[in-house]
């Protein structure tokens, strides 16, 4: 029997592909996206926005907080290019954008 064991280690065409991938990417925006819902209550008011545009007005009264407190929440979500809002006026309704439904379809998944 051989002691020898076995090696684990890519190929060197493999590696070339990994580094590249390393040196090439620019994963800037992953990270602020996965940043922004590691916080329960944006991942809940993404899952709400999954079933309607919500004005900060009824968002404050679903969450039972102050406005800036949630405010800080909508503004990280926003940063990260999850969410957008129109004003009408006094009020601002938030609405996801294309990326923000991809995270919406990924969060259903796990109810």
Do not use: W
């Not at 990994?18 to 620019?26: A, F, K, P, R, T």
């Not at 407190?69 to 290019?81: F, M, N, Q, T």
């Not at 809002?85 to 919406?104: H, L, S």
């Amino acid at each position: 029997m051989s002691s020898q064991s076995k090696d684990y280690r890519v190929d060197r065409e493999t590696m070339a592909d990994l580094e590249s991938i390393v040196e090439g990417s620019d994963l800037e925006t992953a990270v602020d996206i996965f940043e922004a819902l590691s916080d329960e209550r944006r991942v809940t008011v993404m899952r709400l926005l999954g079933e309607s545009d919500l004005c900060v007005c009824d968002l404050v009264e679903i969450f039972d907080i102050e406005y800036s407190k949630l405010s800080y929440h909508l503004k990280v979500l926003k940063d990260a290019g999850l969410v957008s809002t129109d004003r009408d006026g006094n009020y601002v309704t938030y609405q996801p954008t294309a990326c923000g439904k991809d995270v919406i379809d990924v969060i259903q998944q796990f109810e």
